[in-house]
C-alpha cells in the first residue's frame, strides 16, 4: 500500500528548531520529486514550502528560504524537514508528498501539526 506518514510536530517556542520527517511506503519513490507544504489554521489550501528532486536539487518558497531545509534518504524512503528559527506565524498543520510527471506519490497522510508560541 502506497502511503506517507509524517512526524516530528510539536509545541516549541519561537526562535527554536524541530525536524519533520515523512516515512514513504511503495515502490518508486526515489524516482519522485518530494514536497512538503503546511496548511494554516482555518485554511483548507495546502501552501508548498520546499522540494527537493532525485538529484538532491532542492527549492524553496520564500517562507521556508534561509530557515528551512529539506533533504531525503532513498534508502530509507524518507523526506525531512528541519526547520530553524521557528515563528509564531508557522504554526500549522505540516504534509509531504511526491510527484513524477503529474502523478502524486500517494493519498495525502494526516500531517503532522507543529505550533509555536510567542
Known amino acids: 500500500q502506497v502511503q506517507l506518514v509524517e512526524s516530528g510536530g510539536g509545541l516549541v517556542q519561537s526562535g527554536e528548531s524541530l525536524t519533520l520527517s515523512c516515512t514513504a511506503s511503495?515502490?518508486?519513490?526515489?524516482?519522485?520529486?518530494m514536497h512538503w507544504y503546511r496548511q494554516l489554521p482555518g485554511n483548507q489550501q495546502r501552501t508548498l514550502l520546499a522540494?527537493?528532486?532525485?538529484?538532491?536539487?532542492?527549492n524553496y518558497a520564500a517562507a521556508a528560504k534561509g530557515r528551512f531545509t529539506i533533504s531525503r534518504d532513498d534508502a530509507k524512503k524518507m523526506v525531512y524537514l528541519q526547520m530553524n528559527a521557528l515563528r509564531p506565524e508557522d504554526t500549522a498543520l505540516y504534509f509531504c508528498?511526491?510527484?513524477?510527471?503529474?502523478?502524486?506519490?500517494?493519498?495525502w497522510g494526516r500531517g503532522t501539526q507543529v505550533t509555536v508560541s510567542s
Open positions: 522540494r527537493v528532486e532525485p538529484n538532491g536539487r532542492t
Open positions: 511503495g515502490s518508486d519513490f526515489r524516482t519522485y520529486v
Open positions: 508528498n511526491g510527484y513524477r510527471d503529474g502523478a502524486q506519490f500517494a493519498p
